[in-house]
């Protein structure tokens, strides 16, 4: 296989761009991931690659529940804060306020939609990210989003 003609292919895959938050205890997780999709209707499922060596990955496997937040594609410099290893100070993750979700996982304020979910399954040791299986237990849009692409944004990931 022609190593650069499929990083190219596997590039055109439609992915968004998202914040994942978790805490377990004191210690609290947020990354920016792209490999996200909605997996079942009833219950409502979504499933996501994670890194097995972030600080959300370690979280959620500990507490079993998570948020995922739909950037808007105004909100670059959000999402950029999160490539970056989690900073927790008082009410604030990587300079972003957050507040206590449902979960116990960080709700991000200045993002207008996430979820709350559950942890059902972790698939790992297949390759170099964690497949997560989450379902989801809680919804909030508190602003109209235009979800932001890795198409429409300045990176690129996957291939």
């Avoid at 994942?20 to 499922?45: E, N």
């Avoid at 739909?70 to 999402?79: N, P």
């Avoid at 604030?92 to 116990?104: A, Q």
Wanted: proline share 4%.
């Amino acid at each position: 296989m022609d190593v650069a003609c499929r990083k190219k292919t596997l590039r055109l895959l439609s992915n968004g761009v998202y914040i994942m938050t978790a805490r377990d205890g004191d210690q609290f997780g947020a990354a920016t991931v792209t490999w996200l999709s909605q997996a079942s209707f009833k219950p409502p499922l979504l499933m996501a690659a994670v890194q097995a060596n972030s600080n959300v990955f370690k979280c959620l496997s500990r507490s079993r529940a998570a948020a995922v937040h739909i950037v808007d594609s105004s909100q670059e410099k959000i999402a950029q804060r999160f490539f970056a290893p989690t900073s927790a100070d008082e009410g604030g993750l990587n300079g972003e306020p957050f507040r206590e979700g449902k979960t116990s996982a960080p709700i991000l304020k200045n993002l207008g939609a996430y979820v709350e979910c559950r942890i059902k399954r972790i698939l790992e040791g297949e390759g170099d990210h964690a497949i997560v299986l989450m379902e989801v237990l809680e919804a909030e849009c508190r602003a109209a989003v235009q979800p932001l692409t890795i198409r429409d944004s300045p990176w690129e990931y996957g291939g």
